[in-house]
């Protein structure tokens, strides 16, 4: 086992050797990456490859420093592209009308709520990770936190773009807001239509918020070290080959103007840690009420299969399950990508998501059997010919099992051990099951619509050119705003990696840092 | 203001901030800052890349009063809240919405809540900057290039001029009798 002790790092960093490359140690066998360990004696470690402080600074430092790989630059001119085609879709629909959407009078809510829905619902993991796994304590969280809030950051902004452009007179959309206005109106709060801007951007603003302190004094080590580079030599590279301005002159300048000149002090940190305590305690529930406001837009209906009171859990539990899907998604490409990634994602914690992932698509599953079970216990006859003859059975019966399929099958996979840790396997069930909560919504949405009270009012919906268009272009812009995310901004909570290395703890006294398992012994 | 407080300047005429030691490990740096609160400095700090688990109790920190700022935020964001609801539905524009009661309790819940959140995001935020001193871009440990490192995986304690015992030589004499290393002037204010 390879040791790494601090003065050998601090020897090849003088050296001027790169210390974030480091040859992997052997692993024991049966541990995968050497986070697998079944013992409950031993901790896994969180982070692989005895890793210093420094290391985690030079290696997650080092994404938003250096030139991304070849890949970065046409995979984002792909999506900006993708991002840029959704705009002019939205624009021929805001100078067309919503007619250019395929709905009709009978199915007046489509694809716009389905993607909302589906939108908001992917934000709901990263609150998850950041706010109630925060609250259990559970450590592994702070490999995934960052980017995990970046995404839902993202995802509230495709999402509240569905509500602005579906409401037909785009300049209005400031009258959701209780704006004085002159008619002398107010908007209607009885209405969970309202409530739902409420949830929406009160999520969207304390998601920011809460993922901006925690950048805080990661924005200040961006800050001084390109303070340290200028220093040291301030002929460095420019901006442009002509323009006299120097990358780290900008790179302290704007990371210096985000970092509100943190400087490290454990008096600001007490507060720090404090505040970060209170924001993860309001998260929780609000990220519960969200989707469960969500849902009221449904359930306070009284259109079969919408007016149930199963709502809120149920899409609570299918947002985390759409969102941590999402998660995966995201980094699973992105720890074969980056350089050292995979240190600090380790087996472990692809793990732990396929078991959230397993135990959040049971819940959705129960809630589908439950629909149907109050569907027939209730005697509502609308209800149950909703389910009995339409969802299941109806011209759109092959959404409902691809829904099922997704969402209820394909994470039954993950009973099994070398599923969970198989990295391509865990990949596509996330890709189905994101696949499968887009159906979900639309599903709930659609089917309930398509056959109202009369037969008269039956009507089909099929997609147009301007729904795919948006919907495409809203995949766009999510996929442009995560790669700028991982290009210029800290992708892991480097702070917060620190603390939980073992040579974090006051009570660790080992000089060796030879032992990966040689974690200091409780506190006082 | 503290009467007849010293001031210290360098050879050149600056002002002295503190002295300032490094530590290797977060362990060094949690004992040296045991001695420095019980040898009873009160205008000192302790830096470090990330919080040290009970370094509060390390330093002798008093709780903050961040909670009573959020907890104030919270309540000032449900009133107005509860206050905008009954006078926009009940008293301005009442408007009949199935024929329930203008300004019932029951759907005003959820703005509730979610004003009080959004106060309470706001309060925490601000208020945990503000308590800091923050935002404040110039500082002068931050111009010492040392310093910098602390940002990275150095550790170190500044004891800071204005402190009652502060001592240039007795201050600097006790930080190395702690193991501090690389024991420096910090100049600025």
Sequence with gaps: MSTLHPDEASARRLAGLPTGELPTYPVAPGTGDGSLVDDPAVRAPLVLNNRSFHDITEIVCGYAEKPPGRWWL????????IAQLGGLFIGYLVITGIGAWGMNNAVDWAWDITNFVFWIGIGHAGTLISAILCLLKQKWRTAVNRSAEAMTIFAVICAATFPGIHIGRQWMAWFLFPIPNANAIWPNFKSPLLWDVFA????????ALFWYMGMIP????????????LRRNPEGPRVLPFLPIRTDAVRAYVYGFLALGWRFSSRHWIRYEKAYLILAGISTPLVLSVHSIVSF???TSVMPGWHTTIFPPYFVAGAIFGGFAMVLLLLIPSRELFPNMKDLITLRHIENMAKILLATGMMVGFAYGMEFFIAWYSANQYEAYLFANVRARGPYAWAYWTMIFCNVVSPQVFWFRWARQTVPVVFVVSFLVTIGMWFERFVIIVTSLHRAFLPGEWHMFWPTAVDIGIFVGSCGVFLTLFLLFLRFLP???MAEVKAVLPQASPHHHGNGHGNGHDHGKAGH | MAKNRKVYVTESGEPVYGVIAEFATPADVYHAAEKVRDAGYTKWDVYAPFPIHGIDEAMGQKRTVLPLISAAAAGAGVLGAILMQWWMSGVDYPIVVQGKPYAPWEPFVPITFEL?????AFATLIGMLALNGLPRHHHPLLKKERFLAVSDDAFAICIESGDDKFDPDQTRSMLERLGGKHIDLVEGD
Excluded: I, Q
């Design chain 1, 200 to 207: 929406v951007s009160t999520y969207g603003t304390v998601s």
């Design chain 1, 491 to 493: 992708v892991f909570a």
């Design chain 1, 74 to 81: 046409p995979t984002f001119m792909m999506v900006f592209t």
């Design chain 2, 116 to 120: 009080g959140v959004l106060f309470t």
């Design chain 1, 218 to 229: 990661d924005f200040a080590t961006l800050r001084d070290r390109a303070d340290l580079r």
């Design chain 1, 297 to 299: 837009d449904f359930a």
